[in-house]
């Protein structure tokens, strides 16, 4: 597999995606270029940080949907109702809707008729909409397979600065009263004010005048991340500009009240100083705070990642703020057209000038003297951006349940998104402000220029979380040195590798100011002039290299400059030097104290020279720096650097043959410091895989051991509320590459050593405390098991498979799959035996063994895969207990929502699918089972898996519908070969099981159908009784309707226990959409500016501007007494979802009816030519259906198709319809045919019966 490649290729089950690098800065440097072949831990951390991450593109399922079908309201007789006067009309409109484009809302005149044509074959009725997407109008794939218990959830690609909230700055200009006649640069970084300590690394920018002027440097922008916004969060920003010449200007001539400007004079000596002077001071400091206290909240719950800044002006009189933005999104949920970001100007005109030089931490001391204020203005750019890098995964690739609301009402959960920046706010008393959409070209593409500087966040030092990627370096910041006499003082810094000689030239790692430079031999601070105490705040950043040894060092070197114009430029004077090895302060930050030497011996580093030393200032430790180690290659903690001293031991075979100390560094892992742990969790985990893969059986044990410690720590201590940890995820779902076949996969050593620790317990063997954490976090190698077998299986096949083939499957060793099979079935034992005590443990293998066989569906032989699910039901055969059968079944829902599940072979060459044969069969002995809760969720399992396939894209064929329909066609058979299994079911299962049926039915092709109805006279009689019910429970009963004679007794204010439900008829999952909609006010998409639809929709609603809730809707109904029936929460409904709901109603009635229809005259056909086993006397299976048709409530697309059908079911059948035996049935269709002759016109016309 080439590692370039970005997405899967066809055929390719892997995606490769490339990790997005922070910045250039942290590119490998030199010092890490070398060859890294001896010390593999280093090579192992290397590859971790550089490495794609690898993606399985089929783990967590793919499903695309077919567009739902339009509804259209459905026209039912009532006391009102002329008939003749309706079909004209909808005759009339049915013409002129071929040319127009309906309107999307349906209308509450009811004045809308689906479109079904009038006619007698079969197949046009048979072409209505079939039942089953009004009865499961809301069905989305994501939401259904949601509520699998134990249910995997994907996690987004690993973000490579976990921050949501990145802030650019970009310097503009800098201008003064005086004018800009030298240059002058400066930094800037994040700075916690209250904590007194910088939270990034420096932005380096320089300001040149005009004359000067490189456009190239004004174009960089510095890139900041933030974990939150604070009112403590501030830009730090400080100028320098060249070291004050000796009696030449001075800077208090950028103060100054007279003159104003700049003399001629001034300017030449400050323009002919600042080319010679390469050496810098302090100039000037401000301090910009980013939020406002009383905001500080607002972005934690920011709704866009790409909200721009909308600056305005704060309410309060204060002019303290540099900007109050408010982004608001349109009412549509859409960002408003500026959406690419706009940037928000900030000018700062009150710098605070520096007199003498300062450490950062006396900025805020209130004892600091204050001068006057610098006569000049920065301006600086300042653009908030989100992370939003994880978008490309996280769509929803499913379901219909989206697309349902862009219809009839367009309903969205009506949540108000905004966001906001919360000012970026300023102390200082005069701010300028003006906006800016700027870089249309995508908000993004600020952060991701490569020209722009990433800085350094040094929160990620101290997170919780695994290093995502690579570096390695130190920030020195030297602070004080206190001196007897006054100096003009810089200091120099380097790194070295030894100290033989110190005229040697250090090593090439010091990070340059300039960008596009190369790495320099050192770097020096600003000069303190004139002073003792010289205070630095300078930053210095050093690359280091790869491995620390005792002899890496750095060196300080003080110097005196004379700041006075000669014949030449100033020469520095070498004071003396510090020295400080760099393996003594191996901590995240430490302050050191160090003495100055008058002069460098050769190996001044070693004890033996030190008395030789000359000291300055007596010896007293008179230099004061700070470090701050930052790398994702030397670990801080000692446990884990024993560790990978050892595994480099090991891998290079340097160790004693029975590695004692390779053991001893393992099992100390278990008590290294959480934070450290989590940090290093990759390579660790890579390098404990390494060792069980190719270790001895003891390493091999006592890898396993450490690694499932670590993953239970893990698991618990960075607890996000998620069965499966997140970091967890990531490592299996990204890095894991299995040594990117650099060595052989783990899959073999893995299954074995677990497979020997699951058969020690079986046996009785004590195995300890770490067996149940084996359990409990069998997810995770059960998945490491899987993708280490998937990418094999990609590597064996990638270059030698036929364009737009599927990779075959891989063909497991059988001492690999024997091994296999027994620790499945030892997995199965502890879920058998736990669940009996009630653990919740158990039902959590238990979905995590049925993801396992769901995951090896898609890699090895799939009859392989039978046989462990052979081996599950073995185990849990028959009607087992309460607990036991609920696994089974969840089992079954998980397995069998494989994207591949109707494709799959039998376990017989000759067998078809084995997968549903076994579902089938489960299902209906849950149908007979005794609990509620169980039989419901069978059936539930039956219609999510019918709306699967029927909406599915890949299945819209009808020889593709043909075969699924005969998959679940023995379901049928049972029913009819146990209807008091059928009869025994509540309202609700049995809604659920005909539906099912219908769907089944009307998929089946003619040859089928009546073979099925060629058995015997009582399983056709019985067949028809299925339909019968059908009729009785998707009847269209409305109040009022029982004025019909025929029409059913019930009433909608007849409670049902435990089922307190919107409607009836539509499915559960409906419900449940009607439920959690009903939970906000609902704001329609594409409304105006500060509108609802409802008056368009509802034009009955008095105000349109008031939202309709449902706490109204209850008080409503409760003070008028309508109580807490099935009408009450109908009524409770807003106006658009309850119009929605009787939509669905209307047209699920329809679609049963007509479908029932259209199977009717099928039998018909099939009688007429006397194919199939009836009662030819009677011919009892039509007149049941024809009576439970007429006797009740029908809409007029059903009385359109059904006068041609009834026409020629006469015209085969009529002389034995007509004979006496059939006498009563005669007389009810009389009636009713007279009933609908007076709904034609006000009064009898005529007996047209």
Request: aromatic share 8%; with cysteine.
């Given at each position: 597999?080439?590692p370039a490649?970005?997405?899967?290729?066809?055929?390719?089950?892997?995606?490769?995606?490339?990790?997005q690098?922070?910045?250039?800065?942290l590119?490998?440097?030199p010092?890490?270029?070398?060859?890294?072949d001896h010390?593999p831990?280093l090579?192992?951390?290397?590859?971790?940080?550089?490495?794609?991450?690898?993606k399985?593109?089929?783990k967590?399922g793919?499903?695309?949907?077919?567009?739902?079908?339009?509804?259209?309201?459905?026209?039912?007789?009532?006391?009102?109702?002329?008939?003749?006067?309706?079909?004209?009309?909808?005759?009339?409109?049915h013409?002129?809707?071929?040319d127009?484009?309906?309107?999307?809302?349906?209308?509450t005149?009811?004045?809308?008729?689906?479109?079904?044509?009038?006619?007698?074959?079969?197949?046009k009725?048979?072409?209505?909409?079939?039942?089953l997407p009004?009865?499961?109008?809301?069905?989305?794939?994501?939401n259904?397979r949601s509520?699998?218990?134990?249910?995997?959830?994907?996690?987004s690609i690993?973000?490579?600065?976990?921050?949501g909230l990145?802030?650019?700055?970009?310097v503009l200009?800098?201008s003064?009263?005086?004018?800009?006649?030298?240059p002058f640069?400066?930094?800037?970084c994040l700075?916690?004010?209250?904590?007194?300590?910088?939270l990034s690394?420096?932005?380096y920018?320089?300001?040149?005048?005009t004359?000067?002027?490189?456009?190239?440097?004004?174009?960089?922008?510095?890139v900041?991340?933030?974990?939150?916004?604070?009112?403590?969060?501030?830009?730090?920003?400080?100028?320098?500009k060249?070291?004050?010449?000796?009696g030449?200007?001075?800077?208090?001539?950028?103060?100054?009240k007279?003159?104003?400007?700049?003399?001629e004079k001034?300017?030449q000596?400050l323009?002919?100083?600042?080319?010679?002077?390469?050496?810098?001071?302090?100039?000037?400091w401000?301090?910009?705070p980013?939020?406002?206290?009383?905001?500080?909240?607002?972005?934690?719950d920011?709704?866009?990642?790409s909200s721009?800044l909308?600056?305005?002006l704060?309410g309060s009189?204060?002019?303290d703020s540099?900007?109050d933005p408010i982004s608001?999104?349109?009412?549509d949920?859409?960002?408003?057209h500026y959406?690419?970001?706009?940037?928000?100007?900030?000018?700062?005109?009150n710098?605070?000038?520096?007199?003498?030089?300062?450490?950062e931490?006396?900025?805020?001391?209130?004892?600091r003297?204050v001068?006057k204020?610098?006569k000049?203005?920065?301006?600086?750019?300042?653009?908030k951006?989100?992370?939003?890098?994880n978008?490309?995964?996280n769509?929803?690739?499913?379901g219909?349940?989206?697309?349902?609301l862009?219809d009839?009402?367009?309903?969205?959960?009506?949540r108000?998104n905004?966001?906001?920046?919360?000012?970026?706010?300023s102390?200082?008393?005069?701010?300028?402000?003006a906006?800016?959409?700027?870089?249309?070209n995508?908000?993004?593409?600020?952060?991701?220029?490569v020209?722009?500087?990433?800085?350094f966040?040094?929160?990620?030092l101290t997170?919780?979380?695994?290093?995502?990627?690579?570096f390695?370096?130190l920030?020195?910041?030297p602070?004080?040195?206190s001196?007897?006499?006054?100096?003009n003082?810089f200091?120099?810094?380097?790194l070295?590798?030894?100290?033989?000689d110190?005229r040697?030239?250090p090593?090439?790692?010091?990070?340059?100011?300039e960008?596009?430079?190369?790495?320099?031999?050192?770097?020096?601070t600003?000069?303190?002039v004139?002073?003792?105490?010289?205070?630095y705040?300078?930053?210095?950043?050093?690359?280091?290299?790869a491995?620390l040894t005792p002899?890496?060092h750095?060196?300080?070197?003080?110097?005196h400059?004379?700041l006075?114009?000669?014949?030449?430029a100033?020469k520095?004077v070498?004071?003396?030097?510090?020295?400080?090895?760099?393996?003594?302060?191996i901590?995240?930050?430490?302050?050191v104290?160090l003495?100055?030497?008058?002069e460098?011996?050769?190996h001044?580093l070693?004890?033996?020279?030190?008395e030789?030393?000359?000291?300055?200032?007596?010896?007293?430790?008179v230099?004061r720096?700070?470090?701050?180690?930052?790398?994702?290659?030397?670990?801080?903690?000692?446990?884990?650097?024993?560790?990978?001293v050892?595994?480099?031991?090991?891998?290079?075979?340097t160790?004693?043959?029975?590695?004692s100390e390779?053991?001893e560094?393992?099992?100390?892992l278990?008590?290294?410091?959480?934070?450290?742990?989590?940090q290093f969790?990759?390579?660790i985990?890579?390098m404990l895989?390494h060792?069980?893969?190719?270790g001895?059986?003891t390493?091999?044990?006592?890898?396993?051991?450490?690694m499932?410690?670590i993953?239970?720590?893990?698991?618990?201590?960075?607890s996000?509320?998620?069965?499966?940890n997140r970091?967890l995820i990531?490592?299996?779902?990204?890095?894991?590459?299995?040594?990117?076949?650099?060595?052989?996969p783990?899959?073999?050593?893995?299954?074995?050593?677990?497979?020997?620790?699951?058969?020690?317990?079986?046996?009785?063997?004590?195995?300890?405390?770490?067996?149940?954490d084996?359990?409990a976090?069998?997810?995770f190698?059960?998945?490491?098991?899987?993708?280490s077998?998937g990418?094999e299986?990609?590597?064996?096949?990638?270059?030698?498979?036929?364009l737009?083939?599927d990779?075959p499957?891989?063909?497991?060793k059988?001492?690999v799959?024997?091994?296999?099979?027994?620790?499945?079935?030892?997995?199965?034992?502890?879920?058998?035996?736990?669940?009996?005590?009630g653990?919740s443990?158990?039902?959590r293998?238990?979905?995590?063994?049925?993801?396992f066989?769901?995951?090896?569906l898609?890699?090895?032989?799939?009859r392989?895969?039978?046989?462990?699910v052979?081996?599950y039901?073995?185990k849990?055969?028959?009607?087992?207990?309460?607990?036991?059968?609920?696994?089974?079944l969840?089992?079954?829902?998980?397995?069998?929502?494989?994207?591949?599940?109707?494709?799959?072979?039998?376990?017989?060459?000759?067998d078809r699918?084995?997968?549903?044969?076994?579902?089938?069969?489960?299902?209906?002995?849950?149908l007979?089972?005794d609990d509620?809760s169980?039989?419901?969720?069978?059936a539930?399992i039956l219609v999510?898996?019918i709306?699967?396939?029927?909406?599915?894209?890949?299945?819209?064929?009808?020889?593709?519908?043909?075969?699924i329909a005969?998959l679940y066609f023995?379901?049928?058979?049972?029913i009819?070969?146990?209807m008091p299994?059928?009869y025994n079911?509540?309202?609700?299962e049995?809604?659920?099981?005909?539906?099912?049926?219908?769907?089944?039915?009307?998929?089946?092709?003619?040859?089928?159908l009546?073979?099925?109805w060629?058995?015997?006279?009582?399983r056709?009689?019985?067949?028809?009784?299925l339909?019968?019910?059908?009729?009785?429970h998707?009847?269209?009963?409305k109040?009022?309707?029982?004025?019909?004679l025929g029409a059913s007794?019930r009433?909608p204010?007849?409670?049902?226990p435990?089922?307190?439900?919107?409607?009836?008829?539509?499915?559960p999952?409906?419900?449940?959409y009607?439920?959690e909609?009903?939970r906000?006010?609902?704001?329609?998409?594409?409304?105006?500016e500060?509108?609802?639809?409802w008056?368009?929709?509802?034009?009955?609603?008095?105000s349109?501007?008031?939202?309709?809730?449902?706490r109204?809707?209850?008080?409503?109904?409760?003070?008028?007494?309508?109580?807490?029936?099935?009408?009450a929460?109908?009524?409770?409904?807003?106006?658009?979802?309850r119009q929605k709901?009787?939509?669905?109603?209307?047209?699920?009635?329809?679609?049963?009816?007509?479908?029932?229809?259209?199977?009717t005259?099928?039998?018909?056909?099939?009688?007429?030519?006397?194919?199939i086993?009836?009662?030819?006397?009677?011919l009892d299976?039509?007149?049941?259906?024809?009576?439970?048709?007429?006797?009740?409530n029908?809409?007029?697309?059903?009385?359109k198709?059904?006068?041609p059908?009834?026409?020629?079911?006469?015209?085969?059948?009529?002389?034995?319809l007509m004979?006496?035996?059939?006498d009563r049935?005669?007389?009810?269709?009389?009636f009713h045919?007279?009933r609908?002759?007076?709904?034609?016109?006000?009064?009898?016309t005529?007996?047209?019966?």
């Amino acid at each position: 597999m080439e590692p370039a490649v970005a997405t899967a290729g066809e055929g390719q089950r892997f995606k490769r995606i490339p990790r997005q690098a922070w910045s250039g800065n942290l590119e490998l440097g030199p010092l890490l270029n070398e060859s890294l072949d001896h010390w593999p831990h280093l090579n192992e951390l290397v590859q971790c940080y550089k490495a794609d991450f690898v993606k399985d593109d089929c783990k967590y399922g793919h499903y695309e949907s077919v567009a739902s079908p339009s509804f259209q309201n459905q026209i039912f007789e009532g006391p009102d109702t002329d008939i003749e006067t309706e079909l004209q009309l909808c005759n009339a409109r049915h013409s002129k809707s071929e040319d127009a484009t309906e309107d999307d809302t349906p209308s509450t005149s009811g004045r809308q008729i689906y479109e079904t044509e009038s006619s007698g074959s079969s197949s046009k009725v048979h072409c209505s909409l079939s039942p089953l997407p009004a009865y499961e109008a809301a069905f989305d794939w994501e939401n259904e397979r949601s509520l699998i218990f134990g249910q995997r959830v994907p996690e987004s690609i690993p973000a490579i600065s976990n921050s949501g909230l990145k802030i650019t700055v970009k310097v503009l200009s800098l201008s003064f009263q005086a004018g800009l006649v030298e240059p002058f640069s400066g930094t800037i970084c994040l700075y916690n004010r209250d904590r007194r300590e910088r939270l990034s690394e420096d932005f380096y920018f320089h300001m040149l005048p005009t004359d000067m002027q490189d456009q190239g440097s004004l174009d960089r922008r510095g890139v900041f991340s933030l974990d939150a916004p604070s009112p403590s969060v501030c830009l730090l920003i400080q100028l320098e500009k060249a070291a004050t010449e000796e009696g030449g200007v001075t800077p208090s001539v950028y103060s100054r009240k007279e003159p104003v400007h700049l003399a001629e004079k001034e300017k030449q000596k400050l323009q002919v100083w600042s080319r010679i002077m390469p050496y810098k001071e302090s100039f000037a400091w401000a301090m910009i705070p980013l939020f406002e206290s009383n905001r500080a909240g607002g972005l934690s719950d920011a709704a866009s990642p790409s909200s721009p800044l909308a600056p305005s002006l704060s309410g309060s009189s204060s002019q303290d703020s540099i900007v109050d933005p408010i982004s608001k999104l349109a009412l549509d949920g859409k960002v408003n057209h500026y959406s690419s970001g706009s940037s928000v100007i900030v000018e700062i005109s009150n710098l605070n000038k520096v007199k003498e030089s300062y450490i950062e931490d006396s900025l805020q001391d209130p004892k600091r003297k204050v001068h006057k204020p610098v006569k000049g203005v920065l301006r600086l750019e300042v653009e908030k951006l989100h992370d939003d890098h994880n978008d490309v995964d996280n769509a929803s690739e499913g379901g219909s349940m989206a697309n349902d609301l862009n219809d009839a009402g367009d309903i969205n959960n009506g949540r108000s998104n905004r966001s906001s920046f919360d000012g970026i706010h300023s102390s200082v008393n005069s701010i300028a402000i003006a906006k800016k959409d700027a870089h249309h070209n995508g908000h993004t593409s600020n952060a991701e220029n490569v020209d722009n500087f990433q800085a350094f966040d040094f929160r990620v030092l101290t997170r919780s979380e695994p290093f995502s990627q690579l570096f390695h370096c130190l920030y020195v910041y030297p602070l004080t040195v206190s001196l007897s006499r006054k100096r003009n003082l810089f200091v120099r810094v380097e790194l070295r590798k030894d100290d033989s000689d110190i005229r040697k030239p250090p090593l090439e790692a010091v990070h340059p100011r300039e960008r596009n430079t190369m790495l320099q031999k050192w770097g020096h601070t600003q000069i303190a002039v004139g002073t003792r105490m010289a205070s630095y705040h300078d930053e210095v950043k050093i690359s280091l290299p790869a491995l620390l040894t005792p002899q890496h060092h750095l060196v300080f070197t003080f110097f005196h400059v004379d700041l006075q114009m000669k014949l030449e430029a100033p020469k520095p004077v070498i004071i003396g030097y510090s020295v400080l090895p760099l393996s003594t302060h191996i901590q995240l930050l430490s302050d050191v104290s160090l003495p100055i030497l008058r002069e460098l011996v050769p190996h001044y580093l070693q004890e033996s020279g030190k008395e030789r030393m000359d000291y300055l200032e007596d010896g007293k430790t008179v230099f004061r720096l700070r470090l701050r180690l930052c790398s994702s290659l030397f670990p801080i903690n000692e446990r884990i650097r024993d560790f990978f001293v050892e595994y480099d031991r090991h891998t290079l075979h340097t160790s004693p043959p029975w590695g004692s100390e390779l053991l001893e560094a393992i099992n100390s892992l278990k008590n290294v410091e959480s934070t450290a742990l989590l940090q290093f969790l990759q390579p660790i985990l890579n390098m404990l895989l390494h060792l069980i893969g190719d270790g001895g059986e003891t390493l091999q044990v006592a890898a396993f051991r450490a690694m499932v410690n670590i993953l239970t720590r893990v698991q618990q201590e960075s607890s996000d509320g998620a069965e499966r940890n997140r970091f967890l995820i990531n490592y299996v779902d990204f890095a894991f590459d299995d040594f990117g076949d650099r060595q052989a996969p783990v899959y073999p050593g893995l299954t074995t050593v677990w497979g020997s620790l699951a058969r020690s317990k079986a046996k009785g063997y004590r195995v300890g405390p770490v067996y149940d954490d084996v359990l409990a976090m069998a997810w995770f190698f059960l998945e490491l098991i899987v993708k280490s077998m998937g990418l094999e299986q990609s590597r064996l096949f990638y270059h030698n498979l036929p364009l737009g083939e599927d990779v075959p499957p891989l063909q497991l060793k059988e001492g690999v799959f024997r091994c296999i099979m027994q620790l499945f079935d030892c997995l199965l034992t502890e879920v058998h035996e736990r669940c009996k005590k009630g653990l919740s443990l158990a039902k959590r293998l238990n979905s995590t063994l049925a993801f396992f066989c769901y995951d090896l569906l898609s890699i090895i032989e799939p009859r392989q895969v039978f046989e462990l699910v052979s081996l599950y039901m073995d185990k849990f055969a028959g009607v087992c207990q309460s607990v036991l059968h609920d696994c089974k079944l969840t089992f079954l829902q998980i397995i069998c929502d494989h994207d591949l599940f109707v494709e799959m072979p039998g376990r017989d060459p000759s067998d078809r699918n084995y997968l549903s044969s076994v579902l089938i069969q489960e299902i209906f002995l849950t149908l007979d089972h005794d609990d509620l809760s169980q039989r419901a969720k069978a059936a539930r399992i039956l219609v999510v898996l019918i709306c699967k396939h029927e909406f599915d894209a890949r299945y819209q064929k009808s020889e593709d519908k043909l075969y699924i329909a005969q998959l679940y066609f023995p379901l049928i058979g049972q029913i009819l070969d146990e209807m008091p299994v059928f009869y025994n079911l509540n309202a609700i299962e049995k809604r659920e099981v005909l539906v099912v049926i219908l769907q089944i039915v009307r998929n089946l092709d003619d040859a089928t159908l009546i073979k099925a109805w060629q058995q015997s006279i009582a399983r056709t009689r019985l067949f028809f009784k299925l339909l019968e019910e059908c009729i009785i429970h998707f009847e269209h009963n409305k109040t009022g309707d029982n004025m019909l004679l025929g029409a059913s007794s019930r009433s909608p204010d007849v409670e049902h226990p435990a089922s307190p439900k919107y409607s009836e008829r539509l499915s559960p999952s409906v419900n449940t959409y009607l439920s959690e909609a009903s939970r906000h006010e609902i704001r329609p998409q594409g409304t105006p500016e500060n509108g609802y639809m409802w008056n368009r929709v509802s034009p009955q609603l008095s105000s349109p501007n008031q939202p309709y809730s449902l706490r109204e809707a209850l008080a409503q109904a409760q003070s008028s007494r309508i109580g807490s029936t099935a009408r009450a929460l109908r009524e409770s409904l807003h106006p658009v979802l309850r119009q929605k709901m009787e939509l669905w109603e209307e047209n699920l009635s329809t679609a049963v009816s007509l479908e029932v229809l259209g199977i009717t005259e099928k039998f018909s056909v099939a009688a007429g030519a006397r194919s199939i086993t009836t009662d030819y006397a009677k011919l009892d299976c039509v007149t049941s259906i024809l009576m439970g048709l007429l006797s009740r409530n029908q809409s007029l697309a059903f009385w359109k198709a059904f006068l041609p059908v009834v026409y020629n079911i006469f015209n085969v059948h009529g002389a034995t319809l007509m004979a006496r035996e059939n006498d009563r049935f005669l007389k009810q269709i009389a009636f009713h045919l007279l009933r609908l002759a007076v709904f034609r016109n006000d009064s009898i016309t005529g007996g047209n019966g």
